[in-house]
C-alpha cells in the first residue's frame, strides 16, 4: 500500500492541491455572501437567492472539496518519508488544518441559522470571520513550503 502511495504521490499532491484550492474558494467567498445576505434582509426576494446561492455553494463544492482535501492530504501523510513528526511544520500545519475545518463547520450552522431565519451574527461579525481563513492559509503554506 505504501509503495502505491510513493508511486501516486505527484498525482495525489496535484488533487490535494485541486481540492485545496475549490475549498479555499468557497471559504473565501460564503462569508462574504453572509455579509450581504445580512445586510439585505429585508427584501425577501433577494434574501430567498442568497439562500440559494450558499446552500449550492456549500453542498456542491465546499462539502466535496473539503473531503478530497482531507483525503488526498491523508495519503500524502501516510506517503513513506512525507512527513517528519519531529520537525515543526507538521504541527503548524494539522493545527491550522483543523482550524479550518472548524470554520468550515461554523459556517455551515450559521447558513442554516440563515436559512431558518434564526442569524443572530451581524455582517460586521461576519467580516471580521471572514479574515481567519486569510491568517489560517498563510500559516499552512509557510509550514508546507518553508518546511521549518
Ligand atoms: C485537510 C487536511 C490536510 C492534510 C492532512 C494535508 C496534508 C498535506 C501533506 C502531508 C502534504 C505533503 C507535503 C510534502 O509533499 O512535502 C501536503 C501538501 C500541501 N498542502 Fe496540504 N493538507 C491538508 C489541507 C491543506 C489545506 C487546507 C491547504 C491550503 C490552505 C493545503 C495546502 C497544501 C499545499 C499547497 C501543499 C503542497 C506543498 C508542496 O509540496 O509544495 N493543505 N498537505
Same mark, same amino acid.
Given at each position: 500500500?505504501?509503495?502505491? &502511495?510513493?508511486? &501516486? #504521490? ?10 485545496? +484550492? /475549490?475549498?479555499? %474558494?468557497?471559504?473565501? #467567498? ?13 427584501? =425577501? ?11 449550492? &455553494? &456549500? ?5 466535496? /472539496?473539503? +473531503? =478530497? ?6 495519503? $500524502? ?16 500545519? =494539522? %493545527? %491550522?488544518? *483543523? %482550524? ?8 455551515? $450552522? ?15 461579525? #461576519?467580516?471580521?470571520?471572514?479574515? $481567519?481563513?486569510?491568517? *489560517?492559509? +498563510?500559516? +499552512? ?8
Amino acid at each position: 500500500m505504501t509503495d502505491v &502511495l510513493s508511486t &501516486l #504521490y505527484p498525482w495525489i499532491k496535484a488533487f490535494h492541491i485541486m481540492s485545496v +484550492i /475549490a475549498w479555499m %474558494a468557497g471559504l473565501f #467567498y460564503l462569508p462574504r455572501l453572509f455579509v450581504h445576505h445580512v445586510e439585505q434582509s429585508d427584501n =425577501a426576494r433577494i434574501e430567498e437567492t442568497f439562500r440559494m446561492m450558499e446552500k449550492k &455553494l &456549500l453542498r456542491l463544492i465546499m462539502n466535496p /472539496a473539503s +473531503i =478530497a482535501t482531507w483525503v488526498f492530504g491523508l495519503c $500524502l501523510v501516510f506517503t513513506p518519508g512525507i512527513v517528519d513528526w519531529s520537525m515543526v511544520w507538521p504541527w503548524t500545519k =494539522a %493545527a %491550522a488544518v *483543523l %482550524a479550518m475545518t472548524w470554520f468550515h463547520h461554523w459556517l455551515a $450552522l450559521r447558513r442554516k441559522d440563515l436559512e431558518k431565519g434564526t442569524n443572530k451574527v451581524s455582517g460586521r461579525q #461576519y467580516r471580521m470571520m471572514n479574515e $481567519l481563513p486569510t491568517v *489560517l492559509m +498563510i500559516v +499552512i503554506v509557510l509550514s508546507v513550503v518553508v518546511k521549518f
